[in-house]
Structures are given as C-alpha cells and as structure tokens.
C-alpha cells in the first residue's frame, strides 16, 4: 500500500498537473522538469528508490518531489501520483517520462486535445518508422498493442507511450499491478469504463545510448499476461458487477 500523502503544503489547483515517474535519472530528469516548467504547468517527480541524485535534482529545477523509501515499478510512481492529483483537485494527470525522451513542445498539442475532450484518454503516439524507433521497441509495442487493441476491442496503436493525460475519472481505478504493465490495465480500464480514447501523433527523442528500464521481453509478456487473465473482463460497471476486491470508488 502507499503511504497517505501530506497535503498540508499544497495549494489546491483546479487545472492539469504533471508527473514525472523518475528512476535513476538523475543525468536528465532536471531537464525535462525545468522544460514542463517554462510552459507554465505544475511538476510533480515521483522518485521511485533511485539510488543517485534523481530526487534532488528534479527538486533543484523547481519540481514537487515524493520519493519512494525503495522501488516499487512505474505503476507504484503513477498511483503515487493520481492521489497526488486527486488530493490537489487537478482536472488531469498528464505523465512524461524522466529520460527526455518526451518532447515538452509537444505539451501543448496533448493539452490542446484535453481541453476540446476534458473526459477523454489522450496518448501520444510514437513514429515506427525503422529510422526512429530502436527494433527492439517496434517488435515489443506491436506484439502488445496487438493483443490490447484485440481485448479492449478498439485500435490503440501505441500502447507502450508514457505520453498520456489521465482525465480524473481514472484517478480512483481500483488497480491491482504495480509496474509497467499498470498503464496497459488503465487502458482496460478507459475501454472497459467507455472512456475515449485520442491519440495524438508526437515526435520522439532516442538518444545514442538511449537505454529504458522497461525490459522488452520480460515486459511484454506480463502485458500479454494481463490482458489475457485481466478479470476485467467479468467486470461490468454499469451494472455494479465488480469482482471481490474491486471498489466502485468510479
């Protein structure tokens, strides 16, 4: 379980806010929070047990920092921040990632498609293109977004994106993952829950020596797992049948 957020020093905001999952970035986190900064948007950096500078580097550039006592996975970071977001009153939770790999010019495309569709999912979707994304990546993405889109039944076409706004229905999910196969169950979720789904085309950054946490093999196939065994699908809102364990805090 996480442990109850203090409150006490922060102002209550009734637009979007933005998190920043962050896990050993200390060498690029500082970047892409004074980025978020200079287009006007509150940073949250959840520092999920780094063991370098990560934390005091993002709160150096002027972030909010919550930091984890030890590593709990991604979705860990993402549920530290949707009560963050939910205690502060965000309308949105839009989630970037600590390697620089996000854009921040593209902040304001996504916050364009939020405010024409305050309820919907937003996700910026990445190229395929050969030249761009490392094969590795290609392959995992398809073979994942294959088996979502199939389950969810409705066409995702980036299911791996870290690039989304979260609208506040989706802060309360009661969410049973704690990795990176968290943000596949909050795609369940929308689909389940008829959230819309927009995606947004975005250009992203693949550095030299680019090198991601999530562990392509490894990792897909946990997704693959989930969707496949998700008990979502004997879920329906609508009519109140939730499994046991299952809150109706939606």
């Not at 892409?32 to 200079?38: D, K, Q």
């Not at 972030?63 to 502060?88: C, D, E, M, S, W």
């Not at 299911?159 to 704690?178: A, D, E, H, K, V």
Request: hydrophobic share 40%; with cysteine.
């Amino acid at each position: 379980m996480l442990e109850p957020l203090e409150m006490s020093d922060v102002t209550r905001r009734s637009g979007p806010v933005v998190l920043v999952p962050a896990y050993n970035a200390g060498s690029t986190v500082g970047d892409v929070v004074a980025g978020i900064l200079a287009k006007g948007l509150p940073v949250l950096v959840v520092d999920d047990g780094s063991s370098d500078d990560t934390g005091d580097k993002a709160q150096a550039a002027g972030a909010t920092v919550l930091r984890h006592p030890q590593n709990r996975g991604k979705g860990a970071a993402i549920q530290t921040g949707f009560a963050y977001a939910q205690k502060l009153g965000a309308s949105a939770l839009l989630t970037m990632d600590a390697d620089g790999q996000h854009d921040t010019a593209e902040l304001e495309n996504l916050l364009a498609a939020h405010k024409k569709q305050p309820d919907a999912l937003i996700i910026g979707v990445r190229s395929f293109d050969p030249q761009v994304m490392p094969r590795r990546s290609r392959i995992g993405n398809r073979i994942s977004t294959y088996w979502i889109s199939l389950f969810a039944k409705r066409r995702h076409h980036d299911t791996q994106s870290g690039f989304r706004i979260y609208p506040q229905r989706l802060f309360s999910l009661p969410l049973r993952t704690r990795r990176f196969d968290t943000e596949t169950e909050i795609l369940l979720w929308a689909a389940k829950l008829h959230i819309p789904l927009v995606e947004i085309p975005i250009a992203t950054i693949y550095h030299g020596e680019h090198r991601s946490h999530f562990r392509n093999w490894e990792d897909t196939l946990r997704v693959i797992r989930l969707v496949i065994c998700s008990p979502l699908w004997r879920v329906d809102p609508e009519a109140g049948a939730m499994p046991h364990g299952m809150t109706e805090a939606l």
